[in-house]
């Protein structure tokens, strides 16, 4: 399985926000450190922000921060927040005893119960 940037910019950002220690911090800050493009950083901070793994501080002393411990991030919840996890449609198949899509979500659950026992502190 491959992860999204979506994802993998939403997991450098926790990163970042988590090393910061509390202090907030801008999405030009994050974008300028992971040459990453702030317009597509801000969709991910809208994201991380309505699922409240963050906070956001409006004004001229505003910025990011995180709104859990890392110990309290589950990559595995994250990862199904930020991604769209259906991998195939199977709706137009043609053949009914395909059992195509029960390996599909076999691995698929094989690939989250790794990250379901994985938090932010332990990728730091």
Do not use: W
């Not at 990453?36 to 963050?54: D, E, F, G, M």
């Not at 995180?66 to 199977?90: F, S």
């Amino acid at each position: 399985m491959k992860l999204s940037q979506f994802t993998d910019y939403s997991l450098r950002l926790l990163i970042y926000l988590s090393e910061a220690k509390g202090r907030l911090v801008t999405i030009s800050e994050i974008a300028t450190h992971y040459d990453i493009s702030a317009p597509h950083l801000k969709k991910v901070v809208t994201s991380l922000s309505s699922h409240k793994y963050i906070r956001t501080v409006r004004g001229k002393h505003g910025g990011i921060a995180l709104n859990k411990e890392p110990e309290e991030i589950n990559l595995g919840e994250l990862i199904r927040h930020q991604e769209n996890l259906k991998l195939i449609d199977c709706t137009a198949c043609a053949v009914p005893s395909c059992k195509l899509p029960m390996a599909i979500n076999e691995g698929l659950r094989a690939f989250l119960t790794v990250f379901d026992r994985k938090t932010l502190r332990d990728i730091l």
